[in-house]
Structure formats: C-alpha cells, structure tokens
C-alpha cells in the first residue's frame, strides 16, 4: 500500500503526495510526516533575516559598550 495524499497543516484538507502548495488556503506546503500530515516548509528567506538582523544587533550592543569607550 503506498500513501498517494497528505495533509494540509493549517486547514486539514487532503492534498496529493506531490503539491507544494494547498489549494484550498494557498499556504506552501512540504513532504508527509509519519502522521499522513504535510510538513511546514522552513522558511529560509526569513531565518536567514533573523539571523542577519540579531547579529547587527549584537554587533551594534558590543560596539556600543566596548568599543566605543576607546578614546
Ligand atoms: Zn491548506
């Protein structure tokens, strides 16, 4: 027997094994897990953001308290 659907993760409708994307609310949509559900697709674009901006942030913090007192 092979699983041919999964399920979409925010409204719980049946997709193919195959789709990417739910066609009922459009959200992306990533590979079955062991519960017939689809996974939620990591969302690389904003982690990437998230990192970049705690580091400037980081970096900022460090400037403003170490580096600028050398006078
Ligand atoms: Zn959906």
Do not use: Q, R
């Amino acid at each position: 027997m092979s699983i041919t659907t999964k399920k979409c993760p925010y409204c719980s409708v049946t997709l193919m094994i195959t789709d990417t994307e739910c066609f009922s609310c459009h959200k992306k949509v990533g590979a079955i897990n062991e519960h017939g559900i689809a996974e939620k697709p990591i969302n690389w674009k904003a982690n990437i953001l998230a990192v970049i901006s705690c580091s400037a942030f980081l970096y900022y913090v460090v400037w403003l308290f170490f580096l600028k007192a050398d006078k």
